[in-house]
């Protein structure tokens, strides 16, 4: 991924000030030189932070107190970036972020306001890696170590911060913290590209087409297990159709489907009753037989005639009460003919006495509406004498369905006591119309329970694209892609280490993915480079590691990790460090001896000749305290001005004048 830094820029908290620009060379070994206390160790969190880290690492008093933004332009393959965050005051860190775009930056604004967040950022660092929207599970919503790759996450390879660059426990960057160091074990075949997007996404559609398939085999085992007894269940209903004389017996065992036709049959069939008579039935049950039709006859009509009786009885109490309405509006307009009966020729109006053509008007109307209801009631209102008729008609017929329903129903209590075999025809008939009735409903549920030819299909397909997917995955054989890229990345590694300061340099090296660290392979035994000891061997081999992981990254046809890495005091373990100065003490630069320089020229010489192989996709920006007699006319290393003399990240007239 081609993403370098062109320049860090700070926004002064003062606006009499201009913005502090520092400018780098793409494709090159940049060096910031100077003394402590400089501000050469807040670069690494500067980047960092305006790269969407989630906490603010930069150093709290001078540079917080007098910078408001901190911003970095990037180059990418889709032009410059500008991405800058505010300094968050008392929070561990702020969303205010700044972003602008263009084909090249060459100014930048005085002044900034927020004009988008950190998250947004982040999702645009992701898109300019070309990182997997699915997570490790083979989602795309989970969260923690099995969450999707970020962009945060590839920090790992780009900062060596200087608790990091010669750490014989830490190799990577913010490894020394449980979380981080669980994600690095998990992006890490990713970011070698033994797992790939497309391999993700293999990975997800297998996953989700199991789940699928294990969903759907659950189905089938239940249909087969309702199927099994479904054809227990049918094959108990035909021979109890059989047993009441429903259907006639078959001479062999009928098929799942001869069976539902017939049952069928019977639920379509509307002489039950017949149907369980025998040519050999008595007198008897003929005549309850014929009972038993005679009383629903009788059923029916007795309900007709009811029902129309009702009827007609709501509709003679609507007569009376439109009656009883038409009383009511007639006696309250009787007061009209009263005033009208008092009015006189002197005066309008009966209660005051005076001329209004309003009170007369209204007077007429009053009048005329009385007339109006008193001629409507006049009407002859009466139901006619054909209603009453028939009421009494439909009343007299009620009353003789009922007594001719009630004879019926003591005949056949009569009869059923003289003939046991009348009263137990009569009970298996009753029990052929419970029979018939739950057994069309049986039917509507078999034949949805035994259609399951489309879900043995079903599981068919899923199985075929599981077996699929499955033997493409063993096709791409994740293990041993990683292998041979851990491979690579070592042999890389191997051919660095004898151009760096580092004992027993012919001894191969190769990077533990499970314990984020390097082994060396001796003669005689295997050690981890906590077991190995010399600061120079720790330097020697963080370099010889991190610039083979870059170099394996640039020849891969798309990877996702940034071409720059920061390097913060690599010559840290050349010179001892004072610990504890005081504030007004002035602080010494360190004494180099000839076997100290030739040592620290050995790490910039190798890292100049891994820059300049790399053909400008790779820059390295490097923080120390060696001046540019060390590293000065090392190809593919370039300085900015040194900051000694009063020359700091932070400007000192800011700091004079704020």
């Given at each position: 991924m081609f993403f370098q830094i062109r320049a860090i820029v700070l926004w002064p908290r003062n606006p009499e000030f201009k913005p502090r620009r520092l400018l780098f060379d793409l494709g090159k070994v940049n060096v910031i030189s100077g003394a402590s206390r400089t501000g050469k160790s807040a670069v690494i969190p500067i980047i960092d932070y305006c790269l969407g880290s989630s906490t603010c690492s930069i150093p709290v008093n001078t540079i917080r107190k007098y910078c408001e933004w901190f911003g970095v332009v990037v180059a990418t393959d889709q032009g410059d970036k500008l991405l800058a965050r505010r300094e968050p005051g008392a929070q561990r860190s702020t969303d205010d972020m700044f972003l602008m775009e263009a084909d090249r930056i060459t100014e930048v604004p005085l002044r900034i306001v927020k004009n988008?967040?950190?998250?947004?950022?982040?999702?645009?660092?992701?898109?300019?890696?070309?990182?997997?929207?699915?997570?490790?599970?083979?989602?795309?919503?989970?969260?923690?170590?099995?969450?999707?790759?970020?962009?945060?996450?590839?920090?790992?390879?780009t900062f060596q911060p200087q608790n990091i660059v010669a750490n014989p426990d830490v190799l990577f960057f913010k490894a020394n913290t449980y979380e981080h160091r669980e994600k690095l074990r998990k992006i890490f075949p990713y970011v070698l590209g033994a797992v790939t997007p497309a391999l993700m996404a293999k990975q997800f559609e297998l996953g989700r087409t199991r789940q699928e398939l294990r969903r759907k085999e659950r189905e089938l085992k239940d249909a087969q297990q309702v199927s099994a007894r479904w054809l227990a269940d049918l094959m108990v209903k035909f021979s109890e159709a059989q047993e009441l004389g429903l259907t006639s017996k078959l001479e062999q065992q009928p098929t799942r489907g001869q069976m539902i036709e017939l049952l069928e049959e019977v639920v379509a069939r509307t002489d039950l009753t017949l149907s369980v008579s025998t040519s050999t039935i008595s007198d008897a049950l003929r005549e309850l037989s014929g009972l038993d039709t005679e009383e629903r006859e009788v059923s029916r009509e007795l309900t007709t005639l009811r029902h129309r009786l009702e009827e007609m009885n709501r509709m003679s109490s609507g007569v009376d009460q439109y009656e009883a309405a038409i009383g009511l509006q007639r006696g309250r307009l009787k007061l009209s003919s009263w005033l009208v009966a008092h009015t006189d020729g002197a005066a309008d109006c009966p209660m005051c006495g005076s001329?209004?053509?309003?009170?007369?008007?209204?007077?007429?109307?009053?009048?005329?509406?009385?007339?109006?209801?008193?001629?409507?009631?006049?009407?002859?209102?009466?139901?006619?004498?054909?209603?009453?008729?028939?009421?009494?008609?439909?009343?007299?017929?009620?009353?003789?369905?009922?007594?001719?329903?009630?004879?019926?129903?003591?005949?056949?209590?009569?009869?059923?006591?003289?003939?046991?075999?009348?009263?137990?025809?009569?009970?298996?008939?009753?029990?052929?119309?419970r029979f018939v009735g739950n057994l069309e409903s049986a039917l509507d549920l078999h034949r949805s329970l035994g259609s399951d030819s489309d879900l043995i299909d079903e599981?068919?397909?899923?199985?075929?694209?599981?077996?699929?997917?499955?033997?493409?995955?063993?096709?791409?054989?994740?293990?041993?892609?990683?292998?041979?890229?851990?491979?690579?990345?070592?042999?890389?590694?191997?051919?660095?280490?004898?151009?760096?300061?580092?004992?027993?340099?012919?001894?191969?090296?190769?990077?533990?993915?499970?314990?984020?660290?390097?082994?060396?392979?001796?003669?005689?035994?295997?050690?981890?480079?906590?077991?190995?000891g010399s600061g120079s061997n720790w330097l020697s081999y963080h370099l010889a590691m991190l610039l083979a992981l870059h170099q394996f990254y640039l020849a891969q046809p798309s990877s996702p990790v940034p071409g720059f890495m920061v390097l913060d005091q690599p010559s840290q373990v050349y010179f001892p460090k004072r610990v504890v100065t005081r504030p007004d003490e002035e602080v010494e630069e360190p004494l180099f001896r000839d076997e100290d320089i030739d040592a620290v020229r050995k790490a910039f010489e190798v890292m100049g000749q891994v820059v300049l192989k790399a053909e400008g996709k790779l820059q390295l920006i490097v923080l120390d305290?060696?001046?540019?007699?060390?590293?000065?006319?090392?190809?593919?290393?370039?300085?900015?001005?040194?900051?000694?003399?009063?020359?700091k990240l932070v400007p000192m007239k800011w700091l004079n004048e704020a």
């Open positions: 988008t967040n950190a998250d947004t950022v982040k999702r645009l660092l992701d898109d300019l890696a070309g990182l997997s929207k699915l997570d490790f599970t083979g989602g795309d919503d989970s969260a923690g170590f099995d969450g999707r790759p970020s962009f945060r996450d590839l920090a790992a390879f001329h209004t053509d309003s009170a007369k008007r209204k007077l007429e109307v009053l009048s005329a509406r009385l007339q109006e209801v008193e001629a409507e009631a006049g009407v002859d209102k009466e139901v006619p004498a054909a209603f009453d008729r028939e009421l009494q008609r439909v009343t007299a017929e009620v009353g003789q369905a009922t007594e001719r329903l009630r004879s019926v129903q003591i005949r056949k209590r009569a009869l059923s006591g003289r003939s046991k075999e009348a009263s137990e025809r009569q009970f298996a008939a009753k029990k052929a119309e599981v068919a397909r899923l199985r075929e694209t599981v077996q699929r997917l499955e033997a493409e995955l063993r096709e791409q054989d994740v293990d041993s892609r990683k292998r041979r890229a851990l491979l690579a990345v070592n042999t890389h590694a191997g051919r660095l280490l004898p151009f760096l300061d580092v004992e027993n340099a012919d001894d191969p090296i190769s990077l533990e993915i499970s314990d984020l660290t390097i082994k060396v392979r001796g003669a005689e035994r295997d050690d981890y480079l906590s077991e190995i305290h060696a001046s540019r007699d060390v590293w000065g006319d090392i190809p593919g290393v370039v300085g900015l001005r040194e900051w000694r003399d009063g020359v």
